[in-house]
Structure formats: structure tokens, C-alpha cells
């Protein structure tokens, strides 16, 4: 369900160089004082965190500044694209939080760029290239020795502009022609040097199926596509930054052209860092192959970057919205804890999160002097953070599943749970004292023995006597089975990007995904829902799966309860 942002999150801060940039134009009137904004994805795979972090500033630009922010889906390449990802980023956008204003794409202005391409040629801006594009490659030289120009490159401008529009007709073969800006070929910016515009491609589109053999460029068709909408900010991550000088070429080019559009307009394209996270990759390539040899399960599998893998492992849009304001917007590059991304979470969820009982590794508990057959309705509480949320009913029986872990026949001194003498508290009903347990043949625990004390029920005389242990529980006769996937990081390395003598594939993290299937939890969640966020207390944070169906009931972990960030950060 999509989330909107809250008063307290537009709250005053400091400005970032982007803002600045942003107040400045306003105060000088720049662009007669419009501030237009646009996210442009790819519809070539699904939306990872690093996208959350554009999202947030594209759209977030435009509604401090009473702007507006458009989705444009750069759709300049049929072979990769697919209707399934346009579907997917709209819902991710929506969920985070924000609305657009209009949605475009490049193919909406494929007319207008290739009528601008035929100008281009005609002012002798422009020629068809007949080279291969590893030629092509290889005649460009290198950062210190300049290209080397094409033997095409001063055909006759008429010729130029036959063989173009022969190229759309679909007369020549894929990679048999390439239509090429004619800027330098011994420009410092490899860029200039006559890079190519438009590339044959007879793969019908997603949209405009096949009116269209020839397909430009991203580099021509982005800022062109920017200055058709009137986008005043053009903003980018900075491996962009040695694009911006062609950028500007284009479009200088089109205000010298028919094309041009108001006076006094013109876009601008900043760049600011990109959004890294340890133990994560960003590639969509990568990601791409992840999931289609099925080492993950799918675009939406929780130890993804994803977007969608982040919603379904339990993460709250709040928390990415608050975790990208956390680490705010530089001109330069690093890498980011995901650590910080856990705390993120774990803030909101410690606000938000419905507290219940949960066992994930059961082991009987048998209070043998409780009446059997007796049921109390002992009153748990929603969240000690927020009172109002009041509390909800668990029941109390004489046999309970308790963590295995929280039961020591033979425990060391500080050991302050269940073992033979010792008293614990059991969470929001009696103390009970420890008298042993039974065994299985192979020496394993199958049943802890304890009496309780009744007078220490909350409310009673004894019910504040000092215990120093205090654990959870799920009533046998009540608890409802459930499965439950326990998430880990999906690498092994803190930065599996920059390991380039390995495969990335060799450090996936073996351990990533641990499924329970013989857990506990109370009764009261037989009503959850899909996405349903609690706090499993004494354990960690959790959601349930949309896979669970007609009572079977999957929970996935979205973070420990364990803090690492806010730890390292206080040191």
C-alpha cells in the first residue's frame, strides 16, 4: 500500500549543494522561475535501492520547491525493454510515497528527435557511418591520443541524409550503419568524439512496435527528451558528469534549430553521488543474471536491492525515505553500511511494529502444577511506544513452547533463563521455578518441567518479586504453526563490486536464507495480512510473506532486533 510523507519529514534542515543550486535559479529568476523535475528509469529491469535514492530526490526537489516531477521512461532500446518493468517501477514509485505529475517516454518524442537528426545532417552536424562499431571504437583513439576520423566522415550531406532515412525504412542489415554526430575526433572528451546517435534495431517496441528501424541513442535522446518537457533540473549521478559537455552540445544545436521551444529556456543537468551499499550489488546486468539462473527467487526475493525485495522482506517506505535523508547527496562517490540502512528500519518498525510472541525454535515447557485444562487470557501490550495502541489477549495453558536456547540443564553463572532451580519470569503472566527435563535417546531436550508461583500474576501481592530473567512463550493448545525465512546478507565480501579477480557469483553468501518450518506464533496473527509488520519480541522484526495462503502462515525477517550501526556510531 502506497505511503505518503509525512509533515515531520519535510521539517526544515540544511540545504544540500543541490538546493542551493535550486534557490539560487529561483532568486535570479531563472527559467522564469519554474522548477520542473523528471525521474527517468530504464523499463529494462526493476528499481533497486539506488533508484529510492533519485526517486527521493527528483520528486522531493519539485515538491519543496512547488515544482513538478514528471516519470519518463527512456525507452530508446526495444531489445531489453518489457511492459512487466513500466508496471513494476510505477508501483515502487507510488509506494515510496510519491506522485508524478505526467508520465512520458522517449518513444513519444521518437518523431521529433529523428526530424532534429535530419537537421543535424543537413547543417553538417551529423553523417552515416558505414564501419563497424568496433571500428568505430578503435578509431577513437584514446584519453591521450586523439581519434582518428572516419572515411565516411564528410559524405555528402545528401547522401548522409538518403541512407538515413533508407536506414528507417528497414533496407539495411542491424549494424550495417551508424548515424554519428560530427563534433572533433581529437576533443580531450572522448565523448566528442563523433559518438554515435542512432543505431539500426528491427526488434519491435514495446510501444510503437515497428514504425521505427532506427533507434537513438541515450546519450542524444536524454537531454533532448528533457528540453521537449521543459525539465529545468536534469538530475544525474555523477557517472554522467563527463556526459554533461555533450549534453549541452545537443543542446545548443537544438535552440539553434526549428526545434527550439520558449525563449530564455534552457535545462541543465547537475550531478550528485550514486548510492553504494556494502555487501550489495546495484548492477542491472547483474541482478539480471542473479535471477534468471535462480540464485535468488526472483526480482522480489528479499535479499535483493530491490525495491520490490525490500518491500517484501518488511522494509517500510518510511525508513528508505528516512535512510536516504541520513545519508544526503555529495559529489562524490563511496560506500554506505547497510548497516545504517538496517537502523533505518529498525527505528520505524521499533515505532510502529505490533509486539507478539513467537517461537522459532520450540521446546515444551510443562507448568506441572497449573491446573490442566485451564485457560487465562493474559493482556499483552501492542507497543510499549505507543500506549494508545492499547493490548491484546494470548493465552496462558499449562504446556507452552518455549526457545530452546532459553533452557540450560547445566548453565554457567550468568545464565539468567530456565535451568534446574532458577527462577524466570514468563512475559506478561507468572514466575516459575525450574525443576527439570526429559530427554530422548539421543540425549536432546524434549521437555522442560516448572511450577509457577500464582501470586505473581501482574496485579498480585508477589508479582514484583525481583527475577532477573524474564522470556516468551505461545500456548501449545493455541499457538498456530508457521513457517519463518531468516534473511542474511546476500554476499560474503563488504564490497563484492570491487573483487575483480573473482567471479561476483563466487562470493554469494551460502548461509543468506535460513527456512524454519516447525515455529509457534500466537494466535492473534491467524488475522494478519500480506505486509503486516510486527516485532517478535525477544527476537526481531518480522512480516508476513505474500506467499502465505488458506492458514499456512510464512513470516520473513526483515532485521534482528541487534543494532550494529548505531553501535559503531557511538564509539
Not at 529510492?52 to 513538478?68: N, P, Q, S, V
Not at 540502512?341 to 513467537?358: I, M, Q, S
Not at 489477549?393 to 499449562?398: D, M
Amino acid at each position: 500500500m502506497a505511503e505518503q510523507i509525512t509533515p515531520q519529514e519535510e521539517g526544515k534542515k540544511s540545504l544540500n549543494f543541490i538546493e542551493q543550486m535550486v534557490e539560487k535559479d529561483l532568486a535570479e529568476g531563472r527559467n522564469g522561475g519554474r522548477v520542473q523535475t523528471r525521474f527517468p528509469p530504464e523499463p529494462n529491469g526493476y528499481l533497486h535501492i539506488g533508484h529510492a535514492k533519485a526517486i527521493c530526490l527528483d520528486f522531493g526537489i519539485a515538491r519543496k520547491y512547488g515544482g513538478t516531477c514528471n516519470l519518463r521512461f527512456d525507452d530508446t532500446n526495444p531489445i531489453k525493454e518489457d511492459v512487466e518493468y513500466v508496471d513494476s517501477i510505477q508501483e515502487d514509485i507510488q509506494w515510496l510515497g510519491f506522485r508524478w505529475e505526467n508520465i512520458y517516454y522517449a518513444s513519444d518524442y521518437f518523431g521529433q528527435l529523428f526530424e532534429f537528426a535530419l537537421w543535424l545532417i543537413d547543417h553538417g552536424h551529423a553523417y552515416v557511418d558505414e564501419q563497424t562499431a568496433e571500428v568505430i571504437a578503435e578509431q577513437k583513439g584514446s584519453p591521450t591520443q586523439p581519434g582518428r576520423e572516419s572515411p565516411f566522415r564528410n559524405r555528402p550531406t545528401a547522401e548522409s541524409r538518403d541512407l538515413f532515412l533508407r536506414m528507417n525504412s528497414g533496407e539495411f542489415d542491424e549494424g550495417a550503419m551508424t548515424l554519428r554526430a560530427k563534433i572533433d575526433m581529437a576533443s580531450p572528451n572522448m565523448h566528442f568524439r563523433d559518438p554515435i546517435i542512432y543505431r539500426i534495431i528491427k526488434t519491435p517496441h514495446h510501444r510503437t512496435g515497428r514504425t521505427w528501424n532506427v533507434y537513438p541513442m541515450y546519450d542524444f535522446a536524454h537531454g533532448q527528451s528533457d528540453y521537449f518537457e521543459g525539465v529545468t533540473h536534469s538530475l544525474c549521478t555523477l557517472e554522467f558528469e563527463v556526459h554533461r559537455p555533450l549534453y549541452d552540445y545537443f543542446i545548443d544545436r537544438l535552440i539553434e534549430s526549428p526545434f527550439k521551444t520558449e525563449d530564455n529556456y534552457r535545462t541543465r543537468q547537475t550531478e550528485f553521488n550514486r548510492l553504494n551499499l556494502t555487501y550489495t550489488v546495484m548492477s542491472k546486468r547483474k541482478l539480471l543474471q542473479l535471477v534468471k539462473e535462480h540464485r535468488v527467487n526472483g526480482w522480489d526475493d528479499p535479499r535483493m536491492p530491490t525495491i520490490c525485495g525490500y518491500r517484501r522482506r518488511g522494509f517500510t517506505p518510511a525508513s528508505i525515505r528516512n535512510f536516504v535523508d541520513m545519508i544526503g547527496y555529495t559529489k562524490y562517490d563511496g560506500v554506505i553500511d547497510v548497516a545504517l540502512l538496517e537502523h533505518a528500519v529498525r527505528e520505524d518498525l521499533n515505532a510502529t511494529a505490533r509486539r507478539v510472541a513467537a517461537v522459532l525454535h520450540p521446546v515444551k515447557l510443562i507448568i506441572t502444577n497449573y491446573p490442566e485444562g485451564q485457560v487465562e487470557m493474559m493482556e499483552s501490550v501492542n507497543n510499549p511506544e505507543n500506549p494508545a495502541e492499547g493490548t491484546h489477549p494470548i493465552a496462558f495453558t499449562r504446556e507452552l513452547y518455549i526457545e530452546r536456547e532459553d533452557f540450560m540443564e547445566e548453565a554457567p553463572k550468568n545464565y539468567y533463563r530456565l535451568t534446574p532451580g532458577q527462577e524466570v519470569r514468563l512475559r506478561c503472566a507468572y514466575i516459575v521455578r525450574c525443576t527439570g527435563c526429559k530427554k530422548n535417546e539421543a540425549g536432546e531436550v524434549t521437555e522442560v518441567y516448572a511450577e509457577y508461583d500464582p501470586q505473581t500474576k501482574t496485579g498480585m501481592p508477589e508479582s514484583n518479586r525481583r527475577v532477573k530473567g524474564t522470556i516468551h512463550w505461545v500456548s501449545t493448545s493455541h499457538a498456530l504453526k508457521a513457517e519463518v525465512r531468516l534473511y542474511d546478507r546476500l554476499f560474503t565480501v563488504e564490497n563484492p563490486m570491487e573483487e575483480k579477480d573473482r567471479d561476483f557469483l563466487e562470493l554469494l553468501n551460502p548461509n543468506s536464507l535460513e527456512v524454519l518450518t516447525d515455529c509457534y506464533v500466537e494466535e492473534d496473527l491467524a488475522t494478519a495480512r500480506p505486509y503486516d509488520h510486527f516485532q517478535f519480541q525477544r527476537v526481531g522484526y518480522f512480516n508476513l510473506d505474500p506467499d502465505s495462503h488458506d492458514g499456512r502462515l510464512i513470516f520473513n525477517r526483515t532485521v534482528s532486533l541487534r543494532d550494529t550501526w548505531s553501535k559503531k556510531k557511538n564509539r
